[in-house]
Protein backbone atom coordinates (compact mmCIF):
# COMPACT_ATOMS: atom_id res chain seq x y z
CA UNK A 1 0.00 0.00 0.00
CA UNK A 2 1.35 3.41 -1.04
CA UNK A 3 1.82 6.16 1.83
CA UNK A 4 3.07 9.07 0.44
CA UNK A 5 5.66 11.11 2.57
CA UNK A 6 5.69 14.32 3.25
CA UNK A 7 8.19 15.88 5.71
CA UNK A 8 11.13 13.62 6.88
CA UNK A 9 13.48 14.13 9.90
CA UNK A 10 16.94 12.44 9.51
CA UNK A 11 17.87 10.89 13.23
CA UNK A 12 21.31 11.82 12.38
CA UNK A 13 24.20 14.71 11.59
CA UNK A 14 27.48 15.79 9.67
CA UNK A 15 27.55 13.97 6.55
CA UNK A 16 25.00 11.67 6.17
CA UNK A 17 22.40 13.70 7.04
CA UNK A 18 23.48 16.06 4.54
CA UNK A 19 23.48 13.25 2.27
CA UNK A 20 19.29 12.54 3.11
CA UNK A 21 18.09 16.03 2.77
CA UNK A 22 19.59 16.40 -0.63
CA UNK A 23 17.71 12.85 -1.78
CA UNK A 24 14.71 14.08 0.12
CA UNK A 25 14.83 17.28 -1.57
CA UNK A 26 15.25 15.73 -5.01
CA UNK A 27 11.57 13.46 -4.66
CA UNK A 28 9.90 17.12 -3.23
CA UNK A 29 10.19 16.81 0.32
CA UNK A 30 10.74 18.75 3.60
CA UNK A 31 13.04 17.92 6.01
CA UNK A 32 13.97 17.99 9.46
CA UNK A 33 17.29 17.96 11.23
CA UNK A 34 18.09 17.50 14.67
CA UNK A 35 21.24 18.58 16.17
CA UNK A 36 22.93 18.80 19.84
CA UNK A 37 24.49 21.35 21.31
CA UNK A 38 27.85 20.82 19.89
CA UNK A 39 26.18 20.65 16.17
CA UNK A 40 24.34 24.36 16.34
CA UNK A 41 26.13 25.82 13.34
CA UNK A 42 26.27 22.50 11.43
CA UNK A 43 25.79 22.49 8.01
CA UNK A 44 22.89 19.80 8.09
CA UNK A 45 21.51 22.67 10.32
CA UNK A 46 21.21 24.93 7.62
CA UNK A 47 20.69 23.03 5.14
CA UNK A 48 17.16 20.98 6.11
CA UNK A 49 14.18 22.81 5.89
CA UNK A 50 13.34 23.00 9.67
CA UNK A 51 15.75 21.82 12.61
CA UNK A 52 14.85 21.00 16.27
CA UNK A 53 17.52 20.77 19.35
CA UNK A 54 17.72 17.53 20.94
CA UNK A 55 19.93 18.15 23.92
CA UNK A 56 24.03 17.94 24.97
CA UNK A 57 26.59 16.79 22.92
CA UNK A 58 26.78 13.28 24.71
CA UNK A 59 25.43 11.66 21.85
CA UNK A 60 23.79 9.55 25.07
CA UNK A 61 21.75 12.92 25.82
CA UNK A 62 21.14 13.73 22.06
CA UNK A 63 21.27 11.34 18.99
CA UNK A 64 21.00 8.12 20.76
CA UNK A 65 17.85 9.47 23.15
CA UNK A 66 15.28 7.82 21.46
CA UNK A 67 12.51 9.79 23.86
CA UNK A 68 14.61 13.06 22.40
CA UNK A 69 14.17 12.41 18.57
CA UNK A 70 10.81 11.12 19.00
CA UNK A 71 9.76 14.65 20.60
CA UNK A 72 11.29 16.33 17.58
CA UNK A 73 9.53 14.13 15.05
CA UNK A 74 6.38 14.49 16.28
CA UNK A 75 6.63 18.52 17.04
CA UNK A 76 8.14 18.91 13.71
CA UNK A 77 4.56 16.99 12.00
CA UNK A 78 7.18 14.47 9.87
CA UNK A 79 5.89 11.72 9.07
CA UNK A 80 8.56 9.43 8.17
CA UNK A 81 12.32 9.02 10.22
CA UNK A 82 15.31 8.15 8.15
CA UNK A 83 17.99 6.80 10.31
CA UNK A 84 21.42 7.44 8.66
CA UNK A 85 24.07 5.28 9.56
CA UNK A 86 25.73 4.58 12.97
CA UNK A 87 23.52 6.22 16.15
CA UNK A 88 19.95 4.58 16.36
CA UNK A 89 20.36 3.15 13.08
CA UNK A 90 20.44 -0.34 14.05
CA UNK A 91 18.04 -0.20 17.07
CA UNK A 92 15.32 -2.36 16.85
CA UNK A 93 13.79 -0.51 19.92
CA UNK A 94 14.04 2.81 17.62
CA UNK A 95 12.62 1.13 14.64
CA UNK A 96 9.55 -0.08 17.11
CA UNK A 97 9.19 3.54 18.39
CA UNK A 98 8.75 4.83 15.22
CA UNK A 99 6.29 2.26 14.36
CA UNK A 100 4.36 2.32 17.36
CA UNK A 101 3.81 6.14 16.91
CA UNK A 102 2.39 5.54 13.21
CA UNK A 103 5.82 7.60 11.74
CA UNK A 104 7.28 5.60 8.92
CA UNK A 105 10.46 4.05 9.74
CA UNK A 106 12.65 4.37 6.66
CA UNK A 107 14.41 0.91 6.85
CA UNK A 108 13.63 -2.45 7.60
CA UNK A 109 10.91 -3.36 9.92
CA UNK A 110 12.07 -3.81 13.88
CA UNK A 111 11.01 -7.42 13.87
CA UNK A 112 13.41 -7.79 10.51
CA UNK A 113 16.04 -5.74 12.27
CA UNK A 114 16.04 -7.82 15.33
CA UNK A 115 16.14 -11.02 13.41
CA UNK A 116 19.34 -9.99 11.19
CA UNK A 117 21.37 -7.86 13.85
CA UNK A 118 21.37 -10.55 16.32
CA UNK A 119 24.75 -12.74 14.87
CA UNK A 120 23.88 -15.55 16.62
CA UNK A 121 20.39 -15.50 15.07
CA UNK A 122 21.56 -14.41 12.17
CA UNK A 123 23.92 -17.40 11.72
CA UNK A 124 20.86 -19.64 12.65
CA UNK A 125 18.93 -17.75 9.79
CA UNK A 126 21.62 -18.43 7.09
CA UNK A 127 21.61 -21.97 7.95
CA UNK A 128 17.98 -22.44 7.68
CA UNK A 129 18.72 -20.56 3.91
CA UNK A 130 21.43 -22.70 2.95
CA UNK A 131 23.95 -19.93 3.00
CA UNK A 132 27.34 -20.54 4.24
CA UNK A 133 28.42 -20.00 7.75
CA UNK A 134 32.04 -19.99 9.60
CA UNK A 135 31.78 -23.09 11.94
CA UNK A 136 31.59 -22.53 14.99
CA UNK A 137 29.60 -22.48 18.45
CA UNK A 138 26.74 -20.82 20.03
CA UNK A 139 27.59 -20.80 23.29
CA UNK A 140 30.26 -19.07 25.82
CA UNK A 141 30.84 -22.09 28.59
CA UNK A 142 35.12 -22.69 28.52
CA UNK A 143 34.86 -26.57 28.48
CA UNK A 144 32.80 -26.33 25.31
CA UNK A 145 34.77 -23.98 23.83
CA UNK A 146 38.17 -26.48 24.31
CA UNK A 147 36.47 -28.41 22.64
CA UNK A 148 35.83 -26.77 19.61
CA UNK A 149 38.95 -25.58 19.62
CA UNK A 150 40.64 -28.71 19.72
CA UNK A 151 38.09 -30.05 16.89
CA UNK A 152 38.84 -27.12 14.63
CA UNK A 153 42.42 -25.65 15.37
CA UNK A 154 44.24 -22.67 17.14
CA UNK A 155 43.27 -19.50 16.59
CA UNK A 156 39.47 -19.22 16.98
CA UNK A 157 37.71 -15.87 17.06
CA UNK A 158 35.37 -14.75 20.16
CA UNK A 159 32.73 -12.12 19.13
CA UNK A 160 29.76 -10.36 20.40
CA UNK A 161 26.37 -11.73 19.99
CA UNK A 162 25.37 -8.03 19.83
CA UNK A 163 26.37 -5.13 17.70
CA UNK A 164 29.77 -5.23 15.79
CA UNK A 165 32.48 -2.64 14.09
CA UNK A 166 34.92 -5.13 16.27
CA UNK A 167 34.21 -4.32 19.45
CA UNK A 168 33.46 -7.77 21.74
CA UNK A 169 35.89 -9.41 19.30
CA UNK A 170 39.19 -11.43 21.08
CA UNK A 171 41.61 -13.73 19.33
CA UNK A 172 42.26 -17.20 21.22
CA UNK A 173 45.56 -17.76 19.92
CA UNK A 174 46.13 -20.65 22.25
CA UNK A 175 44.36 -22.87 25.21
CA UNK A 176 46.34 -20.93 28.09
CA UNK A 177 44.82 -17.51 26.84
CA UNK A 178 41.05 -19.33 25.88
CA UNK A 179 39.28 -18.15 28.75
CA UNK A 180 40.91 -14.60 29.23
CA UNK A 181 39.75 -14.37 25.61
CA UNK A 182 36.66 -15.13 26.89
CA UNK A 183 36.22 -12.91 29.34
CA UNK A 184 37.53 -9.77 27.77
CA UNK A 185 35.07 -10.40 24.47
CA UNK A 186 32.17 -10.87 27.59
CA UNK A 187 32.98 -7.40 29.68
CA UNK A 188 33.76 -5.50 26.13
CA UNK A 189 29.93 -6.48 24.79
CA UNK A 190 28.42 -5.78 27.55
CA UNK A 191 29.93 -2.49 28.16
CA UNK A 192 29.36 -1.41 24.39
CA UNK A 193 25.88 -3.08 23.65
CA UNK A 194 24.29 -4.05 27.26
CA UNK A 195 24.43 -7.09 25.39
CA UNK A 196 27.40 -9.59 27.08
CA UNK A 197 26.46 -12.51 24.82
CA UNK A 198 29.42 -13.67 22.98
CA UNK A 199 29.95 -16.44 20.47
CA UNK A 200 32.89 -18.60 18.91
CA UNK A 201 33.91 -19.15 15.58
CA UNK A 202 36.71 -21.04 13.64
CA UNK A 203 39.12 -17.98 13.13
CA UNK A 204 40.32 -17.70 9.24
CA UNK A 205 43.57 -15.87 8.51
CA UNK A 206 43.67 -13.71 5.75
CA UNK A 207 40.26 -13.38 4.65
CA UNK A 208 38.86 -10.46 2.28
CA UNK A 209 35.58 -8.96 3.22
CA UNK A 210 33.10 -8.83 0.65
CA UNK A 211 29.66 -7.53 0.65
CA UNK A 212 26.52 -7.28 -1.46
CA UNK A 213 24.20 -4.14 -1.50
CA UNK A 214 20.32 -5.29 -1.42
CA UNK A 215 17.37 -3.56 -1.89
CA UNK A 216 13.72 -5.05 -0.52
CA UNK A 217 10.61 -3.86 -1.25
CA UNK A 218 6.98 -4.31 0.33
CA UNK A 219 5.63 -6.15 -2.58
CA UNK A 220 8.55 -9.44 -2.14
CA UNK A 221 10.70 -8.07 -4.80
CA UNK A 222 14.76 -8.20 -3.57
CA UNK A 223 17.65 -7.17 -5.40
CA UNK A 224 21.46 -7.91 -5.05
CA UNK A 225 23.58 -4.98 -6.71
CA UNK A 226 26.89 -6.54 -6.96
CA UNK A 227 29.54 -6.69 -4.71
CA UNK A 228 32.31 -4.18 -2.60
CA UNK A 229 34.83 -5.55 -1.50
CA UNK A 230 36.02 -3.87 2.03
CA UNK A 231 39.26 -5.90 3.26
CA UNK A 232 41.52 -3.11 4.14
CA UNK A 233 40.56 -2.57 7.04
CA UNK A 234 41.89 -1.13 10.87
CA UNK A 235 40.85 -2.51 14.53
CA UNK A 236 37.95 -3.94 12.18
CA UNK A 237 37.17 -0.39 10.76
CA UNK A 238 37.15 -0.30 7.11
CA UNK A 239 39.33 2.73 5.61
CA UNK A 240 38.85 1.40 1.69
CA UNK A 241 35.71 0.32 -0.09
CA UNK A 242 35.74 -0.71 -3.89
CA UNK A 243 33.22 -2.68 -6.34
CA UNK A 244 34.17 -4.91 -8.14
CA UNK A 245 36.53 -6.80 -6.49
CA UNK A 246 39.10 -8.68 -8.62
CA UNK A 247 38.87 -11.73 -6.09
CA UNK A 248 35.17 -12.30 -7.71
CA UNK A 249 34.53 -14.01 -10.83
CA UNK A 250 30.73 -13.90 -12.55
CA UNK A 251 30.09 -17.13 -11.21
CA UNK A 252 31.25 -16.41 -7.74
CA UNK A 253 29.20 -13.27 -7.63
CA UNK A 254 26.33 -15.19 -8.96
CA UNK A 255 26.71 -17.75 -5.75
CA UNK A 256 27.31 -14.95 -3.12
CA UNK A 257 24.36 -12.82 -4.47
CA UNK A 258 22.18 -15.65 -4.77
CA UNK A 259 23.10 -16.28 -0.94
CA UNK A 260 22.03 -12.29 0.17
CA UNK A 261 18.96 -12.63 -1.62
CA UNK A 262 17.85 -15.91 0.18
CA UNK A 263 18.83 -14.51 3.37
CA UNK A 264 16.77 -11.23 3.10
CA UNK A 265 14.11 -13.10 1.79
CA UNK A 266 14.09 -15.26 4.45
CA UNK A 267 12.75 -12.32 6.95
CA UNK A 268 10.73 -10.25 4.58
CA UNK A 269 13.67 -7.92 4.24
CA UNK A 270 13.01 -4.07 3.44
CA UNK A 271 14.83 -0.73 2.28
CA UNK A 272 18.52 -1.10 1.63
CA UNK A 273 20.89 -3.03 3.72
CA UNK A 274 23.73 -4.70 2.72
CA UNK A 275 25.34 -8.60 3.69
CA UNK A 276 28.58 -9.20 4.61
CA UNK A 277 30.47 -12.10 3.75
CA UNK A 278 34.61 -13.42 4.54
CA UNK A 279 35.95 -15.00 0.89
CA UNK A 280 38.77 -17.42 1.39
CA UNK A 281 40.42 -20.07 -0.61
CA UNK A 282 37.15 -20.15 -3.00
CA UNK A 283 34.55 -20.48 -0.20
CA UNK A 284 32.51 -17.99 1.33
CA UNK A 285 30.80 -17.41 4.66
CA UNK A 286 28.32 -14.90 6.00
CA UNK A 287 30.00 -12.12 8.44
CA UNK A 288 26.56 -10.08 9.00
CA UNK A 289 24.12 -8.29 7.88
CA UNK A 290 23.83 -4.82 8.36
CA UNK A 291 20.13 -3.71 8.41
CA UNK A 292 20.91 0.33 7.29
CA UNK A 293 22.47 1.89 4.52
CA UNK A 294 26.37 1.68 4.64
CA UNK A 295 28.78 4.21 5.10
CA UNK A 296 30.27 3.05 1.41
CA UNK A 297 27.09 3.22 -0.54
CA UNK A 298 28.57 5.83 -3.13
CA UNK A 299 30.57 2.85 -4.45
CA UNK A 300 27.36 0.96 -5.07
CA UNK A 301 25.97 4.29 -6.59
CA UNK A 302 28.19 5.44 -9.07
CA UNK A 303 28.34 1.87 -10.39
CA UNK A 304 24.81 1.34 -11.20
CA UNK A 305 24.18 4.95 -11.74
CA UNK A 306 21.47 5.04 -8.94
CA UNK A 307 20.30 7.14 -5.52
CA UNK A 308 20.28 4.68 -3.22
CA UNK A 309 18.57 6.65 -0.37
CA UNK A 310 15.95 7.71 -2.92
CA UNK A 311 15.39 4.21 -3.25
CA UNK A 312 15.10 3.86 0.11
CA UNK A 313 12.76 6.30 0.31
CA UNK A 314 10.12 5.27 -2.15
CA UNK A 315 10.23 2.06 -0.52
CA UNK A 316 9.31 3.62 2.67
CA UNK A 317 6.65 5.29 0.69
CA UNK A 318 5.56 1.61 -0.52
CA UNK A 319 6.75 1.65 -3.91
CA UNK A 320 8.63 -1.07 -5.87
CA UNK A 321 12.68 -1.19 -6.50
CA UNK A 322 12.98 0.90 -9.30
CA UNK A 323 14.44 -1.38 -12.09
CA UNK A 324 18.00 -0.32 -12.13
CA UNK A 325 20.77 -0.52 -15.19
CA UNK A 326 23.67 -2.98 -15.22
CA UNK A 327 26.87 -2.15 -13.58
CA UNK A 328 29.44 -0.09 -15.40
CA UNK A 329 33.48 0.41 -14.66
CA UNK A 330 35.05 0.58 -11.37
CA UNK A 331 34.67 2.51 -7.94
CA UNK A 332 36.96 3.09 -5.32
CA UNK A 333 36.12 4.78 -2.17
CA UNK A 334 38.69 6.53 0.92
CA UNK A 335 37.04 7.38 4.28
CA UNK A 336 39.17 10.54 5.35
CA UNK A 337 39.12 10.53 8.81
CA UNK A 338 40.26 12.69 11.94
CA UNK A 339 42.85 10.38 12.66
CA UNK A 340 46.84 10.22 13.63
CA UNK A 341 48.12 7.39 11.11
CA UNK A 342 51.71 7.46 12.13
CA UNK A 343 50.61 6.66 16.21
CA UNK A 344 47.97 4.22 15.65
CA UNK A 345 45.28 5.85 14.56
CA UNK A 346 44.43 7.70 17.28
CA UNK A 347 41.76 10.74 17.28
CA UNK A 348 42.47 14.31 16.55
CA UNK A 349 40.53 17.13 17.39
CA UNK A 350 41.05 20.73 16.34
CA UNK A 351 39.54 24.00 14.55
CA UNK A 352 39.56 23.25 10.45
CA UNK A 353 41.58 26.68 9.53
CA UNK A 354 42.20 25.74 5.40
CA UNK A 355 40.19 23.47 2.88
CA UNK A 356 40.77 22.33 -0.19
CA UNK A 357 38.75 19.51 -1.55
CA UNK A 358 39.32 17.46 -5.25
CA UNK A 359 36.83 18.61 -8.21
CA UNK A 360 37.73 16.49 -11.25
CA UNK A 361 35.79 14.48 -13.48
CA UNK A 362 34.37 10.89 -12.10
CA UNK A 363 35.70 12.04 -8.72
CA UNK A 364 32.88 12.59 -6.06
CA UNK A 365 33.23 14.38 -2.54
CA UNK A 366 30.54 13.55 0.18
CA UNK A 367 31.13 15.77 3.06
CA UNK A 368 30.08 17.78 6.02
CA UNK A 369 33.50 20.10 5.87
CA UNK A 370 33.69 23.84 5.92
CA UNK A 371 36.51 26.04 6.59
CA UNK A 372 35.75 27.32 10.31
CA UNK A 373 34.45 23.82 11.93
CA UNK A 374 35.06 22.29 14.79
CA UNK A 375 35.65 18.91 15.38
CA UNK A 376 35.29 17.50 18.84
CA UNK A 377 35.92 13.69 20.53
CA UNK A 378 32.24 13.20 20.49
CA UNK A 379 31.16 11.72 17.32
CA UNK A 380 32.70 9.64 15.12
CA UNK A 381 36.04 10.28 12.88
CA UNK A 382 34.54 10.65 9.60
CA UNK A 383 35.20 13.79 7.90
CA UNK A 384 34.78 12.59 3.82
CA UNK A 385 34.68 10.13 1.77
CA UNK A 386 36.04 10.64 -2.01
CA UNK A 387 34.98 8.10 -4.75
CA UNK A 388 36.66 7.58 -7.72
CA UNK A 389 35.12 6.11 -10.91
CA UNK A 390 36.88 4.69 -13.68
CA UNK A 391 36.56 2.62 -17.21
CA UNK A 392 38.70 0.47 -14.97
CA UNK A 393 39.89 -0.72 -12.05
CA UNK A 394 43.28 0.93 -12.51
CA UNK A 395 41.44 3.82 -14.29
CA UNK A 396 39.68 4.33 -10.85
CA UNK A 397 43.04 3.81 -8.67
CA UNK A 398 45.08 6.67 -10.90
CA UNK A 399 42.13 9.32 -10.77
CA UNK A 400 41.83 8.35 -6.76
CA UNK A 401 45.53 9.38 -6.33
CA UNK A 402 45.19 12.24 -8.16
CA UNK A 403 42.06 13.09 -6.04
CA UNK A 404 44.08 12.61 -3.26
CA UNK A 405 46.61 14.69 -3.70
CA UNK A 406 44.17 17.73 -3.80
CA UNK A 407 43.08 17.03 -0.82
CA UNK A 408 44.11 20.30 1.74
CA UNK A 409 42.84 20.01 5.44
CA UNK A 410 44.30 22.10 8.10
CA UNK A 411 44.13 22.44 11.49
CA UNK A 412 43.11 19.01 12.05
CA UNK A 413 45.06 15.56 11.78
CA UNK A 414 43.71 13.26 9.16
CA UNK A 415 44.35 10.23 7.03
CA UNK A 416 44.63 11.22 3.66
CA UNK A 417 48.80 10.36 3.04
CA UNK A 418 48.22 7.28 4.52
CA UNK A 419 45.40 6.60 2.25
CA UNK A 420 47.10 7.79 -0.42
CA UNK A 421 50.27 5.63 0.14
CA UNK A 422 47.59 2.58 0.24
CA UNK A 423 46.46 3.47 -3.22
CA UNK A 424 49.77 3.58 -4.37
CA UNK A 425 51.79 0.36 -3.01
CA UNK A 426 51.97 -2.47 -5.35
CA UNK A 427 50.17 -4.41 -3.25
CA UNK A 428 47.03 -2.54 -3.79
CA UNK A 429 47.72 -1.98 -7.47
CA UNK A 430 47.46 -5.97 -8.03
CA UNK A 431 44.66 -6.66 -5.95
CA UNK A 432 46.40 -8.18 -2.99
CA UNK A 433 44.02 -8.02 -0.45
CA UNK A 434 42.71 -9.01 2.71
CA UNK A 435 41.73 -8.15 6.07
CA UNK A 436 45.49 -7.61 7.61
CA UNK A 437 46.23 -6.16 4.48
CA UNK A 438 47.19 -2.98 7.02
CA UNK A 439 49.13 -4.62 9.78
CA UNK A 440 51.19 -6.95 6.72
CA UNK A 441 52.64 -3.77 4.53
CA UNK A 442 51.86 -0.58 6.63
CA UNK A 443 53.04 -1.22 9.81
CA UNK A 444 55.07 1.28 11.54
CA UNK A 445 54.07 3.42 8.53
CA UNK A 446 55.31 7.59 8.53
CA UNK A 447 55.19 10.07 5.94
CA UNK A 448 57.52 10.83 3.62
CA UNK A 449 58.90 13.98 3.07
CA UNK A 450 57.02 15.01 0.72
CA UNK A 451 54.21 14.18 2.33
CA UNK A 452 55.45 16.96 4.79
CA UNK A 453 56.65 19.34 2.76
CA UNK A 454 53.11 19.36 1.00
CA UNK A 455 52.05 19.79 4.51
CA UNK A 456 54.17 22.93 5.09
CA UNK A 457 52.93 24.54 2.26
CA UNK A 458 49.62 24.36 2.77
CA UNK A 459 50.14 25.85 6.39
CA UNK A 460 51.73 28.80 5.01
CA UNK A 461 48.81 29.06 2.54
CA UNK A 462 46.87 29.84 5.59
CA UNK A 463 48.84 31.90 7.79
CA UNK A 464 49.47 34.13 4.56
CA UNK A 465 45.44 34.32 3.84
CA UNK A 466 45.09 35.56 7.49
CA UNK A 467 47.94 37.64 7.12
CA UNK A 468 46.12 38.92 4.17
CA UNK A 469 42.53 39.49 6.09
CA UNK A 470 44.30 41.71 8.86
CA UNK A 471 45.43 45.21 8.70
CA UNK A 472 49.09 45.52 6.99
CA UNK A 473 50.14 48.26 10.25
CA UNK A 474 48.73 49.82 13.03
CA UNK A 475 49.10 53.70 14.50
CA UNK A 476 51.43 53.94 17.50
CA UNK A 477 51.20 57.11 20.17
CA UNK A 478 52.73 59.29 17.92
CA UNK A 479 50.41 58.32 15.05
CA UNK A 480 53.19 56.50 12.96
CA UNK A 481 52.94 53.59 11.23
CA UNK A 482 53.85 50.52 12.29
CA UNK A 483 54.75 47.68 10.19
CA UNK A 484 54.41 44.38 11.18
CA UNK A 485 56.24 41.22 10.32
CA UNK A 486 54.61 40.12 7.21
CA UNK A 487 56.23 36.69 6.89
CA UNK A 488 53.13 33.88 7.32
CA UNK A 489 55.14 32.02 9.59
CA UNK A 490 54.98 34.57 12.15
CA UNK A 491 50.92 33.78 12.62
CA UNK A 492 51.38 29.94 13.22
CA UNK A 493 51.94 30.05 16.31
CA UNK A 494 52.64 26.58 17.96
CA UNK A 495 51.94 25.27 14.84
CA UNK A 496 53.25 21.48 14.06
CA UNK A 497 52.20 18.93 11.75
CA UNK A 498 52.38 16.52 14.05
CA UNK A 499 53.96 15.13 17.14
CA UNK A 500 57.12 14.23 16.73
CA UNK A 501 58.63 10.74 18.89
Known sequence: MKRPLKKLLIANRGEIALRVIRSARLLGLKTVAVFSEADRASAHVAEADHARFIGPASPAESYLNIDAVMRAAIDSGADAIHPGYGFLSERPAFARAVEDAGLIFVGPSSAAMGAVGDK?????????????????????DA???????????????????AGGGGRGMRVGEEASTLEAALESAAREAEAAFGDGRIFVEKYLGKPRHIEVQILGDSHGKIVALGER???????????????????????????????????????????????????????????????????????????????????????????????????????????????????????????????????????????????????????DSLLAKVI????????????????????????????????????????????????????????????????E????????????????????????ANGKIERRDQSPWSTLGGFQLWERR
Request: aromatic share 6%.
Open 120 to 140: VAARRLAMGAGVPVVPGIETA
Open 143 to 161: ASVRTFAKKVGYPILVKAS
Open 229 to 379: ECSIQRRHQKLIEESPSVAVDEKLRAQICDAAIRLASAVGYQSAGTVEFLLQDGEFYLLEVNARLQVEHPVTEIRFGCDLVAEQLRIAAGEHVSDLGAPRGATIECRITAEDAEHGFRPAVGHLSYLHLPNAPGVRVDTFLTEGVEIGAYY
Open 388 to 451: AYGASREEARRRMLMALDDIAIVGINHSTAFLREVIASEHFARGELSTHFVDDHFTGWRPDAAI
Open 453 to 476: KAALIAAALVAARALGNRESGSSN
